[in-house]
């Protein structure tokens, strides 16, 4: 069942009670009352006019009973008694004492007056003085008794509870199971962990024949790809209880807490057997110990993963209890939780392909009410390397576009909406341009979209948009034919060209480049410098490789490291300023041929400010044509 923080029970509420009504106690909230407190001054006053009776004298204070005023008026209407009348009792006040004085002033003046005196140790009851031992006694045992019986009960907050692994139980009374067919883009991954639901279900085919199912399954994959998903469909097709926790719920401040939390952990599998124990970002605790990390012999984090390695060692091979993991940095986990015995199987979660992001689309999109309009494959064609994680948001900002618009069903532009919002950044309403800039704007985005609809090798133009918004002020977009992972040098060039005719077309219309083509400029000799370092397609220097990535790639945090020396680091600068030079002149020419066209397209981006790629085609087709027949 999930996790539930218990309720206090009624004991607990008396027992608050019961603490609070002790320190009313203590307080003297509940002290004897009747005596009205008077000023110290006064009370001395009182002794000397001879008006005290009778005094009592406390370590605290001072009660002093004064005479009676005078006789009680005559009752007539009642009969005479034949019991002594007792004598009128006086009032009684009380005031405190002056600490640290051998000879006070309203004890002297009760001395001198003669005043009857009645010394007292302490006004304080016998319970009241019971209670203040006895009550914080009783509280501290009750407290004890209450944190060590909810540690031991199963709960994470008393004493016996830290050593507890705080693991979430999803069963299917507690929640609708998830199958395979909730899972959508990863059917290698999928293929993988069917022979482990076919031995969850059937154990005894494969014991029959002295085969072992792997222990140990670690999906790898970037973020957002569904690992913890994949995972609990695992549990869901066999039909088995499902651990799941996050790796660094283990380590605390405590020195040992980890190692007893791992052993809680599978002491809790056991009993459930069979089961799936799902560990989330297991790098957290499974980190190489290598370098100068294995100094520190002592530290938690290794503790808790010698114990993890223990249990997967310790293992009953007749206990149905299989453990998966998931991290995206398996570079850095420990080889020992590798090894064959223990981490058996890696499977490779990676981001989906094309057909596999229509699929995810499909499968977040089941339930919603989607119009007759929307196009999933288009809408997958436009989120090259995305993940599930980000599909599943593109489908929510949709929906989200929808209701802003209070539609019924959720069409094909409020899909487009979520693309460009998640993509580019929110729309720039407030932002104010010169007549001059969008102008400059429409002529850079008609360079990059005329370019790519020139070169046969670059992605289709989809569309063109001088809207601004949070990334850019224009954008020109290209949706990619299909999945490609190898690309030609001559595409590779297609891309730089159509990045740099942005640049290219503000020189031919304005005269003078701006400050708009930085991002082009850097993207396009990125290009350039990965053809000339890392892809053999350097015209000076041949085929070797000159620089890696190192780091983390499923993140995509990599750093490029050298492997060339600084003579030839400056002969790459030099061909990397060529190349651009001569792609740039490229670009160039292109758009020369069909200036009238670029012309055009810029005018209709100003009026309209959102055109297709075949809406710009066609105006700059047809000014062209103009201008043709015109110099005929």
Not at 78 to 103: D, F
Not at 236 to 244: C, L, N, T, Y
Not at 598 to 609: F, K, S
Request: charged content about 25%.
């Amino acid at each position: 069942m999930p996790e539930v923080n218990p309720k206090p029970r009624a004991w607990s509420w008396l027992f608050y009670a019961f603490l609070i009504f002790a320190a009313l106690a203590f307080s003297g909230v509940f002290g004897p009352t009747g005596a009205r407190t008077v000023p110290y001054d006064e009370a001395v006053r009182l002794v000397e006019q001879g008006r005290v009776e009778s005094a009592s004298i406390t370590a605290d204070d001072v009660v002093l009973r004064l005479k009676p005023e005078g006789p009680p008026p005559a009752e007539t209407s009642k009969k005479p008694s034949l019991l002594p009348t007792p004598p009128p009792k006086g009032e009684e006040v009380r005031t405190g004492r002056i600490p640290g004085v051998e000879q006070e002033p309203l004890v002297s003046a009760l001395l001198t007056k003669d005043v009857a005196v009645d010394a007292q140790p302490s006004r304080t009851p016998f319970w009241v003085m019971a209670l203040w031992w006895i009550v914080p006694l009783v509280a501290i045992n009750l407290l004890f008794f209450a944190a060590f019986r909810r540690g031991a009960g199963g709960g994470v907050g008393g004493p016996l509870g830290l050593t507890r692994a705080k693991t979430r139980l999803y069963d299917r009374a507690a929640r609708e199971p998830v199958h395979f067919s909730d899972v959508a883009g990863v059917d290698e991954a999928k293929d993988e962990l069917v022979e482990v639901v076919d031995f969850l279900k059937r154990p005894a085919r494969y014991r029959a024949l002295g085969g072992r199912i792997p222990r140990g399954i670690l999906l790898v994959g970037p973020p957002g790809t569904g690992k913890t998903l994949l995972a609990r469909a695992v549990a869901g097709e066999a039909e088995v209880p499902f651990f799941s926790l996050n790796a660094s719920e283990f380590v605390e401040m405590f020195v040992g807490l980890g190692a007893a939390r791992v052993r809680d952990l599978f002491n809790e599998a056991r009993k459930s057997a069979p089961c799936i124990v799902f560990i989330d970002e297991i790098d957290a605790v499974g980190r190489s110990r290598g370098g100068l990390g294995a100094l520190a012999t002592h530290d938690e984090r290794e503790q808790t993963l010698q114990q993890l390695l223990a249990e997967l060692d310790g293992f009953d091979p007749r206990a149905t209890v299989i453990l998966m993991a998931a991290t995206n940095r398996p570079e850095v986990l420990d080889p020992a939780l590798l090894r064959p015995g223990r981490f058996d199987r890696q499977v490779i979660v990676d981001r989906p392909d094309l057909a596999g992001r229509e699929a995810i689309l499909a499968v977040h999109g089941r339930r919603l009410p989607l119009g007759s309009d929307v196009n999933l494959g288009a809408v997958a064609r436009r989120t090259p390397g995305m993940a599930g994680a980000d599909l599943a948001n593109i489908v929510n900002e949709a929906a989200l576009a929808a209701a802003r618009r209070s539609g019924t069903e959720i069409t094909q532009a409020d899909f487009e909406d979520a693309l460009d919002r998640v993509q580019l950044g929110l729309r720039r309403r407030g932002i104010m341009m010169t007549p001059g800039e969008r102008r400059r704007v429409a002529v850079h985005e008609s360079g990059h979209a005329l370019v790519a609809l020139a070169l046969p090798e670059a992605d289709p133009v989809e569309r063109v948009s001088i809207v601004a918004r949070a990334v850019s002020l224009g954008v020109t977009i290209q949706v990619p034919r299909d999945e490609r992972h190898v690309l030609t040098e001559t595409e590779l060039e297609a891309r730089v060209m159509v990045l740099l005719g942005g640049r290219a077309a503000e020189e031919l219309c304005d005269g003078s480049p701006s400050t708009g083509a930085h991002d082009d400029l850097g993207r396009a000799t990125a290009i350039v410098r990965e053809m000339i370092t890392r892809f053999g397609m350097s015209r000076r220097l041949g085929l070797p490789a000159l620089t890696r990535n190192v780091g983390a790639p499923l993140l995509g945090l990599t750093q490029e490291e050298r492997l060339c020396s600084d003579e030839t680091a400056r002969e790459i600068d030099e061909e990397v300023r060529d190349r651009l030079a001569e792609l740039f002149g490229r670009a160039r020419a292109l758009l020369e041929g069909q200036r009238a066209g670029l012309q055009a397209a810029a005018e209709a981006l100003l009026e309209r400010e959102t055109l297709t790629g075949a809406e710009l085609k066609r105006v700059a087709d047809e000014a062209t044509a103009r201008e043709r027949a015109g110099a005929a």
